[in-house]
């Protein structure tokens, strides 16, 4: 049986959190190259260096922007995966995740992920609704590398006009959920 629970995200000052409200809010205006220490300061009202007393570089203000991501989709998929066609409402909950912050999307997503700054067992719980989804670990690996490459490609407005995504993401649905291993039990790993 697996645990619902969220992990704890890695703990935050007051002021901690009102930086990385203002990190998120740049991000998503701007997109991720504009994240700097000396913009990020600019935007708060102090000085690039009093950022330092709180977060000792721009990596750290990032891993607190994943964490956020992370528990958000992680808390949405796993809602998702609980309903009677688990399949397609993942797929539906992770797009419109993504669609509705494109540029935190692309910062947890883009590069290496920073593993060793994220609070321990967030990824795995963040990732967990597509083995429950699929009961199958490499079809949930490839279930992952679909819905990332679909919304990447759609937020990146890389797909031909002409093109019928809802169709195309219905479709990925039907063919993920017709290779869905029947035989585990919601929950159980």
Not at 56 to 79: F, H, M, N, S, Y
Not at 159 to 173: C, H, N, V
């Amino acid at each position: 049986m697996t645990d619902d629970r969220q992990p704890a995200l890695t703990p935050l000052t007051p002021r901690a959190a009102e930086i990385v409200s203002a990190a998120r809010d740049l991000v998503e205006e701007s997109g991720p190259e504009a994240l700097t220490m000396r913009v990020l300061a600019d935007r708060i009202g102090i000085r690039a260096p009093s950022l330092y007393k709180h977060f000792p570089d721009k990596g750290a203000v990032e891993a607190a922007l994943i964490e956020q991501g992370l528990a958000e989709l992680g808390a949405a998929l796993r809602a998702a995966v609980a309903s009677e066609r688990p399949v397609p409402e993942l797929l539906r909950t992770y797009r419109a995740q993504a669609l509705a912050n494109p540029n935190l999307y692309r910062l947890s997503t883009a590069g290496p992920l920073p593993r060793e700054r994220l609070a321990p067992g967030l990824e795995d719980w963040a990732g967990e609704p597509f083995f429950l989804a699929v009961g199958e670990p490499h079809l949930a690996q490839a279930l992952f590398a679909f819905a990332h490459g679909m919304v990447i490609l759609e937020i990146d407005r890389r797909f031909p006009e002409q093109s019928d995504l809802d169709r195309t993401w219905t479709e990925g649905a039907r063919a993920f959920a017709a290779g869905r291993t029947p035989a585990v039990e919601k929950g159980a790993t």
